[in-house]
């Protein structure tokens, strides 16, 4: 049974998964130890880079973006020189990277980001980068896609495809979607907006403001 918070999973409904050591929603592991055996039978070794992520997690990355106590990056990746003047410039020059806390399909627990072990070294540090995709992890990315569209692939599915709403495509983000719906069904703008107004959120009135505004732009368009 998964045990729901407002905008993802209670970690009671987690699970670790190994050699990882990472904490998934306990529904998604038979289905990605499925998939991880598939993938070793194709030649692969799929190797999750990151898993569920806390709200606090969320909240601290983005608290310290905005207090430039993390690297703050333009479209391109470039830091950027020039601060953003106010709260609306500066939540949307986050959003460019990073999730808004309580937004992150992370917090589902039945969302991944993956790599192939295989196709790289053991010190090599993965990016997440669409370079990457269309580079060393290319085979691996060919052979997942043929998995998802032969409906091989356990569940799971690719959420950030170009052209669905305002976050970048990412080829290495999987959803476990049978169980992500059940948590999309249950979030609730009305219930985000009273956890920001008593969180120390950074521009929180531009976050509260803009709500409807941005989960249709960043959180519904991936609510497939
Ligand atoms: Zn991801």
Not at 16 to 42: C, G, H, M, Y
Not at 198 to 205: L, M, P, R, V
Request: contains cysteine.
């Amino acid at each position: 049974m998964m045990l729901r918070e407002p905008y993802g999973i209670s970690e009671l409904g987690l699970g670790k998964i190994f050699p990882e050591n990472l904490f998934v929603a306990k529904d998604i592991i038979e289905d990605l130890e499925k998939l991880r055996q598939s993938a070793l039978q194709a030649g692969f070794s799929l190797k999750v880079e990151s898993a569920f992520r806390s709200f606090e997690k969320q909240l601290s990355i983005w608290n310290r973006k905005a207090f430039a106590e993390l690297p703050l990056l333009d479209k391109n990746g470039e830091l950027i020189q020039k601060l953003p003047e106010n709260e609306e410039e500066m939540m949307y020059c986050i959003l460019f990277w990073s999730a808004l806390p309580g937004c992150s399909r992370h917090h589902f627990g039945t969302d991944i980001d993956v790599s192939d072990a295989s196709a790289v070294s053991e010190n090599y540090e993965v990016q997440l980068t669409p370079q990457e995709c269309n580079g060393i992890f290319a085979p691996f990315h060919e052979w997942l896609s043929e998995c998802i569209a032969s409906e091989k692939s356990f569940g799971f599915n690719r959420i950030f495809e170009p052209g669905r709403g305002k976050i970048q495509p990412e080829k290495w983000h999987l959803s476990h979607l049978p169980t992500a719906r059940k948590i999309q069904d249950s979030f609730s703008i009305d219930t985000l907006k009273a956890i920001y107004e008593k969180t120390d959120i950074a521009c929180k009135n531009a976050i509260i403001e803009n709500l409807e505004k941005l989960l249709d732009e960043y959180v519904y368009p991936y609510f497939i």
